[in-house]
């Protein structure tokens, strides 16, 4: 049984810093395309940041320069650094994992964390 779980986000201060991580049980990490995904009320769920099983990563446009994603597979953990929180950051934030690249590029990859809520206040 595959499990993410999320945990880090919080309420911050536009400028803020917050680092979400994301627990994998059930997969093993170094074989999985894992990335972060944001839903912000009223919204679409949007791709954050994604890390590929070689250890590439590729994010958001509006995330480039202030967010960094990472994986620790001997944790079995996925990372989210968010530098710079600008209150359009304001999103549920969830992990999810894949083996398919082409799933992940379309917003549906099979496993998804329940979420954690980041809220930037200006």
């Known amino acids: 049984q595959v499990q993410l779980v999320e945990s880090g986000g919080g309420s911050v201060q536009a400028g803020g810093s917050l680092r979400l991580s994301c627990a994998a049980s059930g997969i093993t990490s170094s074989r999985y395309l894992m990335g972060w995904f944001r839903q912000a009320p009223g919204k679409e769920r949007e791709g954050v940041a994604t890390i590929f099983i070689s250890g590439l990563t590729s994010y958001a446009d509006s995330v480039k320069g202030r967010f960094t994603i990472t994986k620790d597979n001997a944790k079995n953990t996925l990372y989210l650094q968010m530098n710079s929180l600008k209150p359009e950051d304001t999103a549920m934030y969830y992990c999810?994992?894949?083996?398919?690249?082409?799933?992940?590029?379309?917003?549906?990859?099979?496993?998804w964390g329940q979420g954690t809520q980041v809220t930037v206040s200006s």
């Open positions: 999810a994992a894949d083996v398919s690249i082409s799933r992940v590029r379309a917003g549906s990859p099979l496993y």
